[in-house]
């Protein structure tokens, strides 16, 4: 029974075998395909004219990926913490949708999210280095987090202010008829966006607006400049502790992304 276990355990969720790659391919045809059907479906013509079709093959879909969601979590010895990591939550919400469906019509459109489960091309194809940069992506993002929010917050309190600024020296004509819809304005200014929708019309709201739209090209390169300094260090770092990744799984929680020479899973502790 164990060893049956660990057999489905190695074609589930490894792809160094010839099973574990036909399964992941294959798996991957099927959301390839399920997520085709969701766009043709959302064509006017086709939906109406095929919608019982349609119908059948989604949930014939939804029964196949319902059966492989089980079985990941029954070869697991913690399904628990699979079901909570990315890829768990990402193959539960590829079946959720068909079942809110029947509760909330229009909802069906969601199962567009199957998109998602793609990303396991990158184990399939033993792209261990992009897993390895989204990684240090991550960890820059976390570290220079507080100085994103200190930042976002600033941003935040000079669009109320020149929102607010706004309403004061340009009236209901021109657009900004409340402070909230000035506020809109300035966000969409100092974005660079510029829907055109709302426009000053005195010199006074042309000239915060020129101003706005200069320091918006700053706004822009400051959170890059921030990321790109944690990337910087994390790359020094990584040159100075390389190791290479292993495309295995833990065989408890399921989780990947550890080092070749790991004895112990990172995550939950569990012998690899």
């Given at each position: 029974?164990?060893?049956?276990?660990n057999?489905l355990h190695?074609?589930?969720?490894?792809?160094?075998?010839?099973?574990?790659?036909?399964?992941?391919?294959?798996?991957?045809w099927?959301?390839?395909?399920s997520?085709?059907?969701?766009i043709?479906?959302?064509?006017?013509?086709?939906?109406?004219?095929?919608?019982?079709?349609?119908e059948?093959?989604e949930w014939?879909?939804?029964?196949l990926?319902?059966?492989?969601?089980?079985?990941?979590?029954?070869?697991?010895k913690?399904?628990?913490?699979?079901?909570?990591?990315?890829?768990?939550?990402?193959?539960?919400?590829a079946?959720?949708?068909?079942?809110i469906?029947?509760?909330?019509?229009?909802?069906?459109?969601?199962?567009?999210?199957?998109?998602l489960?793609?990303?396991?091309?990158?184990?399939?194809?033993?792209?261990?280095?992009f897993i390895?940069e989204?990684?240090?992506?991550?960890?820059?993002?976390?570290?220079?987090r507080?100085?994103?929010?200190?930042f976002?917050?600033?941003?935040?309190a000079?669009?109320t202010?020149?929102?607010?600024?706004?309403?004061?020296?340009e009236?209901d004509?021109?657009?900004?008829s409340?402070?909230?819809?000035?506020?809109?304005?300035a966000i969409?200014?100092?974005?660079?966006v510029?829907?055109g929708?709302?426009?000053p019309?005195t010199?006074?709201?042309?000239?915060i607006a020129?101003v706005?739209?200069?320091i918006?090209?700053?706004?822009?390169?400051?959170?890059?400049?921030?990321?790109?300094?944690?990337?910087?260090r994390?790359?020094?770092?990584?040159?100075?502790?390389?190791?290479?990744i292993?495309t295995?799984?833990?065989p408890s929680?399921?989780?990947?992304?550890?080092?070749?020479?790991?004895l112990?899973?990172?995550y939950?502790?569990?012998r690899?």
């Open positions: 029974m164990k060893a049956s276990r057999q190695e074609v589930i969720f490894e792809a160094d075998t010839p099973a574990g790659k036909a399964f992941d391919v294959a798996l991957l099927l959301i390839v395909l997520v085709v059907t969701v043709a479906e959302s064509v006017p013509e086709w939906g109406a004219t095929y919608r019982a079709q349609f059948l093959i014939g879909f939804t029964a990926f319902t059966v492989e969601y089980l079985l990941r979590l029954a070869v697991v913690k399904p628990w913490r699979y079901a909570r990591s990315f890829f768990g939550l990402v193959d539960l919400l079946i959720l949708p068909t079942f469906g029947l509760i909330i019509p229009g909802s069906s459109s969601l199962r567009i999210i199957r998109i489960r793609v990303l396991r091309v990158f184990r399939v194809l033993k792209l261990v280095g390895a989204a990684r240090q992506l991550q960890t820059a993002l976390r570290a220079s507080r100085r994103i929010i200190v976002l917050s600033a941003v935040m000079l669009v202010i020149l929102g607010t600024l706004m309403y004061l020296v009236d004509q021109a657009g900004f409340s402070i909230p819809r000035s506020i809109y304005w969409v200014t100092v974005t660079t510029g829907y929708d709302i426009a019309q010199i006074a709201g042309q000239i020129s706005m739209m200069i918006g090209y700053a706004i822009i390169a400051v959170p890059s400049g921030l990321v790109g300094v944690e990337m910087i994390g790359n020094k770092l990584k040159a100075e502790n390389s190791t290479s292993s295995q799984a833990c929680c399921g989780k990947d992304g550890h080092d070749l020479d790991a112990h899973c990172k939950c502790g569990h690899m």
